[in-house]
């Protein structure tokens, strides 16, 4: 286990993200993670800019992660840096996006023609490949086998965590009368253990209001609903993240 280490000095650009940008530092197993205000939806097909998101996400992001740990998920997460930077841990990500759904939506609805909303016992999973020129696909365990993209034993170690989060998150957002719809976590490797990386935000995931089903997450963004960031902000008040 290495320590914590959040003094560190930002470095060059190693990639920029649809949403955020991923900064090299001093020290060679630390990254910064840039959270803009880009906002992107459809692979890319759909941008903009939202004043706030940037801070918004990181903080609630920090939140998260910090909570996920204290529950003994080991996440990427170090600390927050600044408004819209924090460290983390360097990850060897792996290709895959896991989704764990509680309600029928989105990509699930237009695939099976399930009505949204649809209460999901137990709740699923699915893996999509992480590749925006393909759209993302979904993608199954025989392929991650047959392609590499993780072994048999991190397929079920990211399956254990995906729902392992997905309990400990809805619980969260219910204590501030929400229904968690669905979410997407990304993996990686540090030191040959799995780690959650990347983000969780209103960005990644699905948050309904409990009572009125009021869409407080990036589907606002998506359908233009309006109020994307003051939504998310929203979320960020009623279940503490100090914004
Ligand atoms: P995207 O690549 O989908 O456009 P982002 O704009 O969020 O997404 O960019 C952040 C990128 O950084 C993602 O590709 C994500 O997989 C990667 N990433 C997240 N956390 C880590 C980490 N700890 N180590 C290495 N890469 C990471
Ligand atoms: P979907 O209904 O479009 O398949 O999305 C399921 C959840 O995963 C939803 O909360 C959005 C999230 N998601 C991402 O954040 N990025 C992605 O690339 C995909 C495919 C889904
Ligand atoms: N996260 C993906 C994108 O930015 C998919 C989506 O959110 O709709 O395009």
Not at 181 to 210: A, I, M, N, T
Request: with cysteine; hydrophobic share 40%; proline share 3%.
């Amino acid at each position: 286990m290495s320590t914590t280490n959040l003094n560190v000095q930002k470095q060059a650009e190693l990639y920029k993200g649809k949403a955020k940008t991923v900064y090299a530092t001093d020290d060679a197993e630390r990254l910064i993670l840039f959270f803009r205000n880009d906002t992107s939806a459809f692979d890319g097909k759909k941008l903009a800019q939202l004043e706030r998101k940037g801070m918004v996400n990181n903080r609630f992001n920090a939140f998260i992660m910090e909570k996920l740990q204290a529950a003994g998920i080991p996440t990427h997460f170090e600390g927050l840096l600044s408004d819209q930077e924090c460290v983390v841990k360097k990850l060897q990500m792996l290709p895959v996006e896991c989704v764990v759904r509680n309600l029928a939506a989105g990509s699930m609805c237009r695939r099976l023609g399930v009505a949204e909303g649809t209460v999901l016992n137990p709740p699923t999973f699915e893996f999509f490949l992480k590749n925006d020129a393909l759209g993302d696909p979904m993608i199954n365990e025989s392929h991650i086998e047959t392609f590499g993209w993780a072994t048999k034993e991190q397929v079920e170690q990211m399956k254990d965590m995906t729902f392992r989060v997905n309990e400990i998150l809805k619980g969260i957002f219910l204590a501030g009368n929400m229904l968690l719809v669905d979410s997407k976590l990304e993996f990686g490797l540090f030191h040959g253990q799995l780690y959650l990386g990347d983000e969780f935000s209103p960005d990644g995931c699905r948050l309904w209001d409990k009572d009125t089903r009021e869409k407080l997450d990036k589907d606002r963004f998506r359908q233009d609903l309006g109020d994307v960031v003051e939504a998310y902000e929203q979320v960020a008040r009623r279940i503490g993240v100090p914004l």
